[in-house]
């Protein structure tokens, strides 16, 4: 089983580049982060013709979160708990044959310190009580998306360009890795430890053509969902395409119960 996240930056604008990359990656499985459209205005007619089914969490001009699936999946829950005004769309969970997978799209932060990245820390202090959750079920379960933190320097080009961003302060970082410190394993950093790997290249600076990039996109697998994993990536060339999103798909391959 191919599964794979990808923060596309408007689905409206990147459907083109999505579809072309489903038509070449043939992914089982992806969440989709970055909509940035409403529910009802998912091109859902598009996605079906590739072959997908969907179950999207929309938002007008901002945030949403979608998961593709090959096969029919079920969806299980749509809110992360912990705050019930949190209106914003960055949660979505399905079960996929006997995997448990969960699309997100962390809270950004900036600027930071100040309100936003109080709104990320908490969020991600409610992520981590799910994620306890879901650990304990000792079943395959898969946190896919894009996180907005960077694990430590080795990924991102220029740490002296993030010095007090949000995506590397101490606070984001300790958060990511008590999650890999209670079991959960980081699939890129398992098969390729020591690469430098990136998922984004912001549009400004030239930094796709300078490779100033970060690796703010993960895959965190429960013990019993990395017990089956065979192989893990980036496709990196996406990011060279025509009107591309400035992240590119993360990937994960599981075998077959």
Known sequence: MKIATFNVNGI????????????????????????KTETGRFPLTEIEAAG??????????????????????????RTLAGDPEDAQSRWIEARVGDVHFVCLYLPNGNPAPGPKFDYKLGWMDRMAARAAELLASETPVVLAGDWNVCPTDRDLARPDMMEGDALTRPESRSRFRSLTACGWTDAIRARQPGAECYSYWD????????????????????????????????????????????HVPVWVELQTA
């Open 12 to 35: 409206g604008a990147r459907l083109p580049r999505l579809l072309e990359w489903l038509g070449e990656a043939k992914p089982d499985v992806v969440g989709l982060q970055e909509i």
């Open 203 to 246: 549009y400004q600076a030239g930094a796709w053509a300078k490779n100033w990039g970060l690796r703010i996109d993960h895959l965190l697998l429960s013990p019993a969902a990395a017990d089956r994993m065979q192989d893990a990536g980036i496709d990196r060339h996406v990011r060279g395409a025509e009107r591309a999103s400035d």
């Open 52 to 77: 997908y089914h969907a179950l999207v969490h929309g938002q007008k001009g901002f945030n949403g979160v979608a998961i593709l699936t090959r096969e029919p999946a079920e969806e299980i829950d």
